[in-house]
């Protein structure tokens, strides 16, 4: 009998250790696309905006902010040369939420984590606010993407494994404890 059970809390260790790692994260993507706006300051001369803005919403990828938590974001930003050579260097400020970036944006990608207080705000809600402002020079803007994790949750499967286990194991800590004093 104690050959059996000893098999069978192996067994439910096994399983109950190995279960414990699949613990439920989801990603969620939301992706501005202004189809190229031209970007320029306001005291330079021709067409384009100074400052676009737009929500984020992952909701409509099926997040819930009342049963789930965000637990990183990053937010990505692709801007392109316009090509047209009059300035030198090109500054932008970005904000999302209580972030703000600025910095020389010429050309390429760029990509920011979002602070503990935006992501509070982007668990609350699901959406966040952003806006690209260009506050030197002419660039286009091409899009933005939101990248968001939920916090790892385990599966109640998993949580159920886990307690046998650590049943098992006391009941085993028991046994041996008790044939050491009648022995």
């Not at 910095?103 to 705000?121: H, P």
């Not at 993407?145 to 998993?158: C, F, G, H, I, W």
């Amino acid at each position: 009998m104690n050959r059996i059970l000893t098999i069978l809390t192996s067994f439910l260790l096994v399983f109950a250790f190995a279960g414990t790692a699949a613990a439920v994260s989801y990603d969620y993507t939301d992706t501005f696309k202004p189809s190229t706006e031209y970007m320029n300051s306001w005291w330079c001369w021709g067409e384009g905006n100074n400052s676009v803005s737009w929500p984020f919403d992952i909701t409509k990828e099926g997040f819930d902010p009342d049963t789930q938590d965000i637990g990183a974001a990053t937010v990505g930003l692709t801007l392109e040369d316009d090509n047209g050579g009059d300035w030198f260097f090109e500054f932008a400020g970005f904000n999302v939420g209580q972030d703000f970036w600025w910095g020389e944006v010429d050309t390429g990608d760029y990509s920011f984590r979002l602070s503990v207080t935006s992501l509070a705000e982007l668990s609350d809600t699901g959406t966040i606010d952003a806006t690209l402002t260009s506050f030197w020079g002419d660039f286009n803007f091409v899009e933005s993407t939101l990248n968001a994790s939920t916090q790892p949750v385990p599966e109640p499967a998993t949580m159920l494994l886990f307690g046998s286990g650590l049943v098992c194991l006391a009941g085993i800590a028991r046994r041996r404890k008790s044939a050491k004093i009648r022995a």
